[in-house]
């Protein structure tokens, strides 16, 4: 196996003896030789690797089935307003295009919950003209014009739109469509554009837009007029995206209120944001530059920003606390003054919330145990934090020896996304393979319709053979097609080899998300441990991010393919057990629930310790080169033996970013406001607090992100509404800089023969001196 067996690096080569690790009790002694990361090493865990191999091709055998037997078009056929596949069921065979009567409706936000409430109705081709019903001037003379260019639902019979007053009631009832506009297919659904010299055909209920106070606006009336002149293009489709924006917000506010005020507040806050996007994307990029230049000075001065961080925020919570308290008092000595009337702006009704004493007394409760906790941690911990600033400082002094691994993250983002996509086509294929299935429906109910094949309700039919066995006898024309029974679309007669297929679809999206961040934990690893062990760091290789990933790729796949494997069979299996709770939620059997909420916080716990021991293993695999049951058992030793230490710095390290983070982003937002309450813009807004809280939440996710290595999970595979979960780069060196400095005590005693190589900072934070 060359591919996982590489040549030997000019590293310091050790025997047997020099990599055997002690027993669990015993700590580990010292080794003269002992330089860091060996490279006399071999391929580890080979039948792991095998299996992974084997499995990778079998996932790429079911994706060439699935390609080969499935139809993504099957999932995509249209279905008109009474629930007919358009060109799949039998009164629709012939007509495989759908067009909508009012598309502007397709447009809400709440269409993938209910459905396009516009009629739909399929058709046989897509229409080539602009026709409306108002503007054609409808008359005896021209009735038959009028009638040939409608568009009705399949039980309308155009010989009895006798008169123009007749189709004027089909309009209002929308069994026809007022308008109709050239289209093109787009996925079989007619869409359309309106041409610059169709404006005039536009339905006045779609020219004319209700006046909102406080808008910019423009009607659909005013857009078409505009002239398209060439400097003016991207100035009017930048108008329109802020109308259809608005739009789209407004429809998912009406989902849960109709009040206008509601209304006119969302559109309001959109057209604050459209029109200050430039300069929140400037303070965003600014928020770029302050995370870079926060990482460049933690080397030099970690100390100091660390504390500031922690005295800053507990400052604000003591200004909250202050403050909170004395408005509280204020407004119940004066409770008459506090009463004002809410108006219907958004500013007016914050002002109302802040004008009760109710709202100042839950505040100054939450601020106070906030504060309260904070100080109590920070009492208890302090030792801890000392500590943890000075392995914040040699992380970030790990960062700026290697720095290119800030954009390693990129990797294994990439890889995960092209594994999702990957999976996630599969699964679309897959879900397209099968015969689909018809029955005979409505046939009980029909007067008219009778088939001369003997066909009755329920059976299984084809659409073809109904069409031409079933006649409804109330009809002389259109072939007398059946209305009220039909050969309907029911399921697809799915393979069960496929169902098997779907379950290794299913493994191999977890397997190999879990496999590419184990990847880039090793790597990382590999890389910081090199650094580490580098006596003169001056001398640590220019490529180490390059040798650790050829060093992975060489000879521990096997080990990253057998840690994925366990943590992907517990991310299945808690899957499992919420799909089994969404499931069961109807039944509402308080034992069962217990007994699922008790499994799913087991496997929880059980998921989050293998992840930590994982990340472990890979560290001590990255350094001795041991298959994973070895590392693992090393590392649960090394840790058992100094698991307060270890647990301790970990947390609160994490805790110390966490407040760099939060003080990045609220600092941004502060400027923010700031900028936006003064006279510097051209154009106040309505709400200055509205670009402030994106520019937080911006600042926030891009801190993260510069101090991310990977994503180690994917929490939406099972719950669609959440997000990546995002380990920090710094969290994970300290975890490595833990481990090796443990490591690095019980090896070394600091003496001339047996000297620490832990930096001099960190020697004096843990006690320790060379002597």
Same mark, same amino acid.
């Given at each position: 196996?060359?591919?996982?067996?590489g040549s030997n690096d000019r590293v310091t080569k050790h025997s047997k003896e020099d990599i055997q690790q002690p027993s669990e009790s015993e700590p580990l002694k010292y080794d003269p030789d002992f330089k860091g990361p060996l490279s006399k090493r071999s391929c580890t865990d080979l039948p792991c690797l095998f299996l992974f191999v084997t499995f990778l091709c079998a996932w790429g055998y079911v994706a060439y089935y699935a390609v080969q037997h499935g139809d993504l078009n099957r999932l995509l056929v249209p279905i008109d307003s009474d629930g007919r596949?358009?060109?799949?069921?039998?009164?629709?065979?012939?007509?495989?295009?759908?067009?909508?009567?009012?598309?502007?409706?397709?447009?809400?936000?709440?269409?993938?919950?209910?459905?396009?409430?516009?009629?739909?109705?399929?058709?046989?081709?897509?229409?080539?003209?602009?026709?409306?019903?108002?503007?054609?001037?409808?008359?005896?003379s021209n009735l038959n014009e009028i009638r040939a260019k409608l568009i009705c639902k399949q039980n309308v019979k155009k010989t009895d739109l006798t008169t123009c007053q007749i189709i004027r009631e089909y309009i209002k009832s929308e069994r026809c469509a007022q308008t109709v506009q050239q289209s093109t297919s787009l996925a079989n659904r007619c869409v359309s554009n309106i041409p610059e010299g169709q404006c005039a055909l536009v339905p006045k209920q779609f020219r004319q837009q209700q006046p909102t106070p406080n808008t910019k606006i423009k009607s659909?009336?005013?857009?078409?007029?505009?002239?398209?002149?060439?400097?003016?293009?991207?100035?009017?489709?930048?108008?329109?995206?802020?109308?259809?924006?608005?739009?789209?917000?407004?429809?998912?506010?009406?989902?849960?209120?109709?009040?206008?005020?509601?209304?006119?507040?969302?559109?309001?806050?959109?057209?604050?944001?459209?029109?200050?996007?430039?300069?929140?994307?400037?303070?965003?990029?600014?928020?770029?530059?302050?995370?870079?230049?926060?990482?460049?000075?933690?080397?030099?001065?970690?100390?100091?920003?660390?504390?500031?961080?922690?005295?800053?925020?507990?400052?604000?919570?003591?200004?909250?606390?202050?403050?909170?308290?004395?408005?509280?008092?204020?407004?119940?000595?004066?409770?008459?003054?506090?009463?004002?009337?809410?108006?219907?702006?958004?500013?007016?009704?914050?002002?109302?919330?802040?004008?009760?004493?109710?709202?100042?007394?839950?505040?100054?409760?939450?601020?106070?145990?906030?504060?309260?906790?904070?100080?109590?941690?920070?009492?208890?911990?302090?030792?801890?934090?000392?500590?943890?600033?000075?392995?914040?400082?040699?992380?970030?002094?790990?960062?700026?020896?290697?720095?290119?691994?800030?954009?390693?993250?990129?990797?294994?983002?990439?890889?995960?996304?092209?594994?999702?996509?990957?999976?996630?086509?599969?699964?679309?294929?897959?879900?397209?393979?099968?015969?689909?299935?018809?029955?005979?429906?409505?046939?009980?109910?029909?007067?008219?319709?009778?088939?001369?094949?003997?066909?009755?309700?329920?059976?299984?039919?084809?659409?073809?053979?109904?069409?031409?066995?079933?006649?409804?006898?109330?009809?002389?024309?259109?072939?007398?097609?059946?209305?009220?029974?039909?050969?309907?679309?029911?399921?697809?007669?799915?393979?069960?080899?496929?169902?098997?297929?779907?379950?290794?679809?299913?493994?191999?999206?977890?397997?190999?998300?879990?496999?590419?961040?184990?990847?880039?934990?090793?790597?990382?690893?590999?890389?910081?441990?090199?650094?580490?062990?580098?006596?003169?760091?001056?001398?640590?290789? @220019?490529?180490? *991010? =390059? !040798?650790? %990933?050829? &060093?992975? +790729?060489?000879?521990?796949?096997? /080990?990253?393919?057998?840690?994925? $494997?366990?943590?992907?069979?517990?991310?299945?299996?808690?899957?499992?057990?919420?799909?089994?709770?969404?499931?069961?939620?109807?039944?509402?059997?308080?034992?069962?629930?217990?007994?699922?909420?008790?499994?799913?916080?087991?496997?929880?716990?059980?998921?989050?310790?293998?992840?930590?021991?994982?990340?472990?293993?890979?560290?001590?695999?990255?350094?001795?080169?041991?298959?994973?049951?070895?590392?693992?058992?090393?590392? @649960?030793?090394? *840790? =058992? !033996?100094? %698991?307060? &230490?270890? +647990?301790?710095?970990?947390?609160? /390290?994490?805790?110390?970013?966490? $407040?760099?983070?939060?003080?990045?982003?609220?600092?941004?937002?502060?400027?923010?406001?700031?900028?936006?309450?003064?006279?510097?813009?051209?154009?106040?807004?309505?709400?200055?607090?509205?670009?402030?809280?994106?520019?937080?939440?911006?600042?926030?996710?891009?801190?993260?992100?510069?101090?991310?290595?990977?994503?180690?999970?994917?929490?939406?595979?099972?719950?669609?509404?959440?997000?990546?979960?995002?380990?920090?780069?710094?969290?994970?060196?300290?975890?490595?800089?833990?481990?090796?400095?443990?490591?690095?005590?019980?090896?070394?005693?600091?003496?001339?023969?047996?000297?620490?190589?832990?930096?001099?900072?960190?020697?004096?934070?843990?006690?320790?001196?060379?002597?």
């Amino acid at each position: 196996m060359g591919l996982c067996c590489g040549s030997n690096d000019r590293v310091t080569k050790h025997s047997k003896e020099d990599i055997q690790q002690p027993s669990e009790s015993e700590p580990l002694k010292y080794d003269p030789d002992f330089k860091g990361p060996l490279s006399k090493r071999s391929c580890t865990d080979l039948p792991c690797l095998f299996l992974f191999v084997t499995f990778l091709c079998a996932w790429g055998y079911v994706a060439y089935y699935a390609v080969q037997h499935g139809d993504l078009n099957r999932l995509l056929v249209p279905i008109d307003s009474d629930g007919r596949k358009c060109g799949v069921d039998s009164e629709v065979r012939d007509e495989p295009y759908l067009v909508f009567f009012n598309i502007t409706e397709c447009a809400k936000i709440d269409v993938p919950i209910s459905g396009c409430s516009t009629t739909q109705v399929c058709v046989s081709q897509c229409p080539d003209h602009d026709f409306d019903f108002e503007s054609a001037n409808c008359n005896p003379s021209n009735l038959n014009e009028i009638r040939a260019k409608l568009i009705c639902k399949q039980n309308v019979k155009k010989t009895d739109l006798t008169t123009c007053q007749i189709i004027r009631e089909y309009i209002k009832s929308e069994r026809c469509a007022q308008t109709v506009q050239q289209s093109t297919s787009l996925a079989n659904r007619c869409v359309s554009n309106i041409p610059e010299g169709q404006c005039a055909l536009v339905p006045k209920q779609f020219r004319q837009q209700q006046p909102t106070p406080n808008t910019k606006i423009k009607s659909a009336a005013e857009q078409c007029k505009e002239q398209r002149e060439l400097e003016n293009i991207l100035e009017e489709k930048i108008a329109k995206l802020q109308s259809f924006l608005a739009r789209y917000v407004n429809n998912l506010i009406s989902v849960v209120t109709k009040d206008n005020r509601v209304h006119q507040t969302s559109q309001m806050i959109v057209e604050d944001i459209l029109e200050s996007w430039r300069m929140i994307l400037l303070f965003v990029a600014c928020s770029v530059v302050a995370s870079l230049i926060h990482i460049t000075m933690l080397r030099w001065i970690a100390k100091p920003l660390v504390w500031i961080s922690i005295i800053g925020v507990i400052a604000a919570l003591s200004y909250g606390v202050y403050y909170s308290f004395h408005e509280y008092q204020k407004i119940r000595a004066n409770p008459v003054a506090a009463h004002v009337n809410v108006s219907p702006n958004l500013s007016s009704l914050v002002n109302s919330w802040f004008k009760s004493d109710q709202t100042w007394l839950w505040i100054l409760i939450v601020l106070s145990v906030i504060l309260t906790v904070l100080l109590l941690v920070v009492l208890v911990l302090r030792k801890r934090i000392v500590i943890a600033i000075a392995l914040v400082k040699e992380g970030s002094k790990a960062v700026s020896a290697s720095f290119s691994t800030v954009f390693f993250p990129l990797v294994p983002w990439i890889l995960q996304a092209a594994v999702i996509v990957f999976s996630v086509l599969v699964l679309l294929f897959l879900a397209s393979i099968g015969n689909p299935v018809y029955k005979i429906n409505g046939l009980n109910v029909s007067l008219t319709c009778i088939c001369t094949n003997g066909y009755k309700e329920g059976d299984i039919c084809d659409p073809v053979t109904f069409n031409e066995n079933c006649r409804d006898s109330s009809r002389v024309y259109d072939q007398g097609r059946c209305l009220d029974a039909a050969c309907h679309f029911q399921e697809v007669d799915t393979p069960s080899i496929v169902r098997f297929f779907h379950a290794l679809n299913v493994i191999g999206f977890f397997w190999c998300i879990c496999f590419v961040s184990a990847f880039s934990e090793m790597v990382l690893a590999f890389t910081f441990a090199t650094w580490y062990w580098t006596h003169q760091k001056s001398r640590l290789p @220019f490529f180490v *991010l =390059t !040798r650790g %990933v050829t &060093r992975t +790729i060489f000879y521990h796949l096997g /080990t990253l393919a057998f840690g994925s $494997l366990i943590i992907a069979i517990c991310k299945i299996i808690r899957a499992f057990l919420e799909y089994l709770d969404h499931k069961l939620k109807r039944y509402d059997n308080g034992v069962t629930r217990a007994i699922l909420c008790c499994c799913r916080c087991f496997f929880w716990c059980l998921e989050s310790f293998l992840k930590f021991l994982n990340t472990n293993a890979y560290i001590m695999c990255a350094i001795y080169g041991k298959n994973f049951c070895s590392s693992a058992k090393d590392a @649960f030793s090394l *840790l =058992t !033996r100094n %698991v307060l &230490r270890v +647990i301790a710095l970990d947390k609160v /390290t994490g805790f110390l970013f966490f $407040l760099s983070k939060l003080l990045l982003a609220s600092g941004m937002a502060a400027v923010t406001y700031t900028y936006f309450d003064s006279d510097l813009p051209k154009t106040q807004l309505n709400y200055p607090f509205v670009p402030a809280v994106l520019v937080f939440i911006g600042t926030y996710i891009i801190a993260s992100v510069f101090f991310s290595v990977y994503s180690v999970a994917v929490d939406t595979i099972y719950k669609p509404t959440r997000y990546l979960n995002i380990t920090y780069i710094q969290i994970l060196i300290f975890s490595i800089i833990i481990a090796i400095a443990v490591e690095d005590i019980e090896r070394n005693d600091g003496s001339a023969e047996r000297p620490f190589y832990m930096s001099k900072g960190l020697q004096k934070i843990l006690g320790k001196k060379q002597k």
